[in-house]
């Protein structure tokens, strides 16, 4: 991350958002051309799509999960109007670092607020609802921070919702979430340490507040795993059940290890 920030402030016209966002495709597309480097980045093409959804919800209060390098926050801040403001969170202290300062070569830090810290810690203590979030971060904690940020009242009716692999869909009557899909290598992390579930596919209903999980499953409690094609995590009781397929003969495999009971005397850390 430090190259590239070094490329940005030696390329990019200070205080031109749109200068520092080219020389990054740039920087990008040099790396990409000769096979030495790769940078995960949003790019000119998905960037054009959040552009234009900003601009069509003239979205004001925007949240990003995931900062990385500070190109999204860029795009996004050039385009919010003056009332406008983007809280960006991550919780890697290099990539906040390295994305103030690609906001500042572009002169937009009255435009955006940096958090440090992981989104599940940081999105309860956010106030005030958002009219466009975008989720970026790491795609296992998709589908369980859109719960999140729909259980903390950070979701309102007409809030845009954009992130990849993700769809939200929302009651008619007052626009709540009532059914999020996540596809690709979901994950959802119990809040006791040592318990979460792993698929391909999750299917997260509000109603019962159940996450319904087929593909590859796998059900994970402290050292003892279980794998199946179908299972389902119940987010208010932390319950997991998992199960196999009959049609195609397939059988719950798992291996169980007994949690190891304190002793006496035993020191607590």
């Known amino acids: 991350m430090d190259a590239v920030l070094d490329f940005v402030l030696k390329n990019s016209k ?8 080219d020389t990054i495709d740039s920087y990008a597309l040099e790396g990409a051309l000769d096979r030495k480097r790769f940078l995960m980045n949003v790019g000119p093409e998905k960037g054009l799509l959040l552009k234009n959804l900003i601009i069509k919800h003239q ?8 900062a990385f390098i500070g190109y999204s926050a860029v795009l996004i801040a050039m385009h919010l109007k003056s009332d406008g403001c983007l809280i960006s969170v991550d919780p890697d202290p290099n ?3 390295v994305a103030s300062k690609i906001v500042k070569q ?7 607020k940096f958090i440090r810290g992981k989104a599940e810690d940081v999105i309860p203590k956010l106030d005030e609802p958002f009219d466009f979030i975008f989720i970026d971060h790491a795609k296992k904690r998709y589908l369980s921070d859109l719960i999140l940020l729909e259980k903390t009242g950070l979701v309102k009716k007409d809030t845009v919702i954009f992130a990849d692999n993700v769809k939200a869909d929302f009651t008619a009557k007052d626009k709540s979430l009532h059914k999020a899909i996540a596809k690709g290598n979901v994950i959802i992390e119990s809040k006791e340490k040592g318990k979460k579930s792993k698929a391909d596919l999750g299917i997260y209903n509000s109603s019962d507040e159940i996450v319904r999980l087929s593909g590859n499953v796998t059900i994970i409690n402290q050292n003892s795993i279980l794998n199946g094609s179908k299972g389902i995590t119940n987010l208010k009781t932390g319950i997991s059940n998992i199960i196999g397929n009959p049609r195609k003969k397939e059988r719950v495999k798992g291996i169980f290890s007994p949690i190891k009971k304190q002793k006496k005397g035993d020191m607590i850390e």
């Open 14 to 21: 200070k205080g031109d958002p749109q200068s520092v966002l």
């Open 59 to 66: 979205s004001k209060r925007i949240l990003e999960l995931g």
């Open 95 to 97: 990539s906040i670092e």
């Open 106 to 112: 572009a002169k937009l830090t009255n435009m955006v």
